[in-house]
């Protein structure tokens, strides 16, 4: 058995624990099994990077804050990621408390390259346990791993996990609820005359500061400082007061005189704790039976091969969107036939007035046009959530690295990418991990190309609108085409930003490929879970409240005695758009589309529901739905409003636009100026209507109607 905790004083019980790990070691699963469904997301203060937090509760219904810091590989600060994990297990992170306890989830089939994070966090002197999460795996490969051997050489409790299948969490519990004393000393050495400068410096920072902390921790915080860049920090308290000026003057001396004796002080640490990790595996792995090919190498063989890997990729994804169209299909007209007939329902009812046409024609037309594609969204992240918990999203961007390195974009850049296809925000938060800053940037200004979420509804209507009879396959067909010129225009626009603005080396590409697992069923339901909240949220708030000042907008002043279709035309939406028609015609677009793109400047789901809007007020739904609103809207000659050329035209906009006050928002907040959310905003314009002209213009020179 593993280390027996040692009983804790009440002054040390636990109240947050952290959980730590590398990329891929199954940390989030954890988080999942401990939170289930109290959990909360967010941001550290100051910076976006993504903050997972809940409640875990003990069997004596103890409650105890769990964070689900980001996956990192070292606590050697190289990327703004590293560095949120750095902070927070410093104390140094504001609003976020330091973790009284630390569960180290570690990968049971890559001891050796996952300890190196755990030597590390030891030097921290924080109360820890370390989790060896997979052992089903291990074993499988023929590794059998003595847990209690690996614990007494750690020095700290080992649990043996399997944390999708809830195997060891009860375990994890208990040492959680009886609490871990600290009893470690730095076992790994480094060479006699690198140990006396640091030995040097402890002296020095413990002898003026008067730090309170153990002389180990004080030890850690100097050889990361060693391997470091260092500056000042303003902010720092007395326990982090060597990041000053004084100190990191001393350092660098000491950085100097180490390369007068032939050593680099980061080299050095980093051999010296591999070469202790393997002192400590040399009797805990015991591997049996000859080494066969694995699973993973077999389907490895097939999904990155350079031809197969790109024909399985493409075909992934186009199975998506037909999935989208087809299963999605029945649950989006139970969702429009019950709106439609709460506004009837509704109408019939009330009295007649101005708060019955809010509720039918603002609030219900409004909300309902975009809640009908919710099922379509969760499809989208039940296949996103699906390829990341298999281990295929390594893969696909190991195939697409050969393509983006040739527009300059780094490896790395394709996680950021591909997950900019559920939202851009989450996309460009997750470029944290690039540690070039201009490679980083790159990302961030061609991220939001890459067709979220939020236009799926614009798709699909336009689409249904395109090809009203068409087979699934035909629909999925052309919504792959939407989300492929996205990916060509961001790999397009990445190659100017490179050759131009944001000139730099090619990057190196360098990825872990994390074996195949089949996914937790109730990790996938969670991950839709909190998705579907976030969409549903962003209708009852954003969305309503754009349809409420919408149909004010577009309902004043009152003009009783017109025709719907000329009040709507004479209110002040009618006149903004009417203003705006000269410009956008040539796209095809009329004022009411008009009246859509300048809605949608809050979100791009609010292009359908100010559709909605518009056209309920106009009178032309007659309750058949926003689809036949649009197949018969009209000119005033009374040539067709939405013909296909004209849907092509839209949906090419709505490919390029940064339509997402959002992502503004978030990339201001990420670059820390205004001069690049700027930027973005007009050159993702100016390409949107330019394409869109293209579209339109090119089309009819073709002989498209």
Known sequence: MPVTPTPVKESHVIKTVALVGNPNSGKTTLFNAFTRLRQKVGNYPGVTVEKKSGKLVLANDRVINVVDLPGTYSLSVRSPDEQVVHDVLMGRMEDAARPDMIVCVVDA???????????????????????????????EKGMTIDAEKLSKGLGVPVVPMVANKDIGVGRLKELIAGGVEVNYERKWKMAPDLEEEVEHIVRLIMARNNVERPQAFVEALIMMALGSR???????????????????????????????????????????????????????????????????????????????????????????????????????????????????????????????????????????????????????????????????????????????????????????????FACAIPGIMASRTIENPKDRLVTILVAPLMSCSARLPVYAIMIAVLIPHAASWQKAGIMFLMYLLGIIGACGMALLFKKTLLRSQRPVFIMELPPYRLPSFKSLMIYMWERSRMFVKRAGTVILGMSIVLWALMSFPRHADM??????????????????????????????????????????????????????????????????????AHWPDGRPLFTPLVCLSLMVFYVFALQCMSTIAVVHRETNSLLWPAFQFVYMGILAYCMAFLTYQGGRLLGFA
């Open 230 to 420: 260092l500056k000042t920090d303003p902010k720092a308290k007395a326990v982090t007061r060597f990041y000053q000026e004084q100190l990191i003057e001393q350092i660098h001396k000491v950085q100097e005189r180490l390369k007068q004796y032939g050593l680099r002080a980061r080299t050095e640490a980093i051999e010296a704790r591999y070469d202790w990790i393997k002192s400590v595996l040399k009797d805990v792995i015991r591997k049996e039976g000859d080494q066969k090919v694995s699973a993973t190498e077999k389907i490895d063989s097939v999904l990155t091969h350079r031809v197969w890997g790109w024909v399985s990729f493409v075909g992934l994804m186009v199975f998506m969107f037909y999935m989208i169209f087809t299963i999605a299909a029945y649950p989006m007209g139970w969702i429009d036939t019950g709106f439609a007939r709460l506004g009837t329902f509704a109408g019939a009812r009330l009295p007649s007035g101005i708060f019955t046409d809010l509720l039918v024609n603002g609030i219900i037309a409004g909300v309902g046009g975009v809640v009908v594609f919710l099922p379509q969204i969760l499809i989208l992240f039940l296949f996103i959530g699906f390829l990341q918990d298999t281990g295929y999203m390594a893969r696909a961007a190991f195939i697409m690295d050969r393509m983006m390195t040739r527009f300059g974009l780094h490896g790395k850049s394709f996680i950021p990418l591909l997950s900019s």
């Open 563 to 632: 025709p719907p279709s000329q009040a709507l035309q004479h209110s002040y939406a009618g006149q903004i758009g009417q203003m705006m028609e000269p410009a956008i015609k040539p796209l095809g677009f009329d004022w009411r589309i008009g009246i859509g793109l300048v809605g949608s400047m809050a979100a791009r789901e609010v292009f359908v529901s100010t559709m909605s809007i518009v056209f309920n007020l106009d009178g032309s739904t007659s309750g058949q739905g926003l689809q036949k609103a649009f197949a018969v």
């Open 109 to 139: 089939s890559n001891l050796e390259r996952h300890l190196y994070l755990v030597s590390q966090v030891q030097d921290l002197q924080i109360p820890m346990v370390v989790v060896l999460n997979m052992v089903d795996e291990a074993e």
